[in-house]
């Protein structure tokens, strides 16, 4: 199951035409540009019409148990703390559960907190649970990617007052 907010980045687009399929589909859109990536088109048209791969967005879990399943939520950063609450209590028997984000990149409404900080904070130490973080060396996109996360982060470590080495 892959899942993420239907959070836009910095800038509102109004209200989507069509049905809820269409007006989700730009929000998931990322999801299915990941399998395509490492998959053949068709391969992933097959497991999604097979349901052996879910693409749903995050406002559709609620009341679900996710058992026996690979569940990831991509974009967490976006989540709200309910939200993040939400989803990880759908962890059902014999399933594990990926949730990424990037803190430095929370596109909620300003004073929104963000439920993966929260859940990294709250969580903090709970059995069973690992916390994974990245930095510039695992970028997997285009080598001026990891120049273009050091400079912001940089950048971030001066205007905190902590200089280059903070």
Do not use: C, W
Not at 133 to 148: K, S, W, Y
Request: hydrophobic letters at 45%; proline letters at 6%.
């Amino acid at each position: 199951v892959l899942s993420r907010p239907a959070v836009e980045a910095g800038e509102r687009l109004g209200f989507l035409p069509g049905d809820m399929k269409e007006k989700v589909d730009p929000y998931l859109r990322p999801l299915y540009d990941a399998l395509y990536e490492m998959m053949p088109a068709d391969k992933v048209e097959r497991a999604i019409a097979a349901e052996v791969i879910e693409i749903a967005p995050l406002a559709f879990m609620r009341g679900r148990t996710l058992a026996h399943s690979a569940v990831i939520l991509d974009e967490a950063q976006n989540t709200t703390p309910m939200q993040m609450k939400m989803f990880l209590t759908r962890l059902g028997e014999n399933s594990r559960m990926i949730v990424t984000g990037d803190p430095t990149q929370i596109d909620l409404p300003q004073n929104t907190k963000s439920g993966l900080v929260e859940a990294l904070r709250i969580l903090d130490g709970v059995t069973g649970m690992v916390t994974v973080r990245f930095n510039e060396g695992d970028v997997v996109r285009h080598p001026l990617v990891a120049e273009i996360v050091k400079a912001y982060d940089r950048d971030g470590k001066l205007a905190r007052g902590l200089g280059a080495e903070g």
